[in-house]
């Protein structure tokens, strides 16, 4: 069982940066690869980055490609995601989720574990 939090969302304006954390409990969070998601209002929940349980594979949806990185620390059972240049068409709860083959996917369906979501808002 992996339990996931997230925080570091906020109100920013275009052009700011934000960073997230999703912390996890559980010992077996260093075997999950992870990933953030993000759903706006009246959209459906889509892909945003993934990490390998190592840390040696990351994986970008392209809209967020050389804006967002995604980071792990398996000493502190935390991810990260990054945020430079926000748009406001970044505006979006973001989740993160843990996967467990370990490899990452861009596909919600594989993840095994979700957390609450926290909010990220860009004004104009």
């Known amino acids: 069982q992996v339990q996931l939090v997230e925080s570091g969302g906020g109100l920013v304006q275009a052009g700011g940066s934000l960073r997230l954390s999703c912390a996890a409990s559980?010992?077996?969070?260093?075997?999950?690869?992870m990933g953030w998601f993000r759903q706006a209002p009246g959209k459906e929940r889509e892909f945003v980055a993934a990490?390998?349980?190592?840390?040696?594979?990351?994986y970008y949806e392209d809209y967020v490609q050389g804006r967002f990185t995604i980071s792990r620390d398996n000493a502190k059972n935390t991810v990260y995601l990054q945020m430079n240049s926000l748009k406001p068409e970044d505006t979006a709860v973001y989740y993160c989720?843990?996967?467990?083959?370990?490899?990452?996917?861009?596909?919600?369906?594989?993840?095994?574990?979700w957390g609450q979501g926290t909010q990220v808002t860009v004004s104009s």
């Open positions: 559980g010992r077996t969070f260093s075997s999950y690869a």
């Open positions: 989720a843990a996967e467990g083959s370990g490899l990452g996917s861009k596909d919600e369906y594989e993840y095994d574990y």
């Open positions: 990490i390998s349980w190592t840390g040696g594979s990351t």
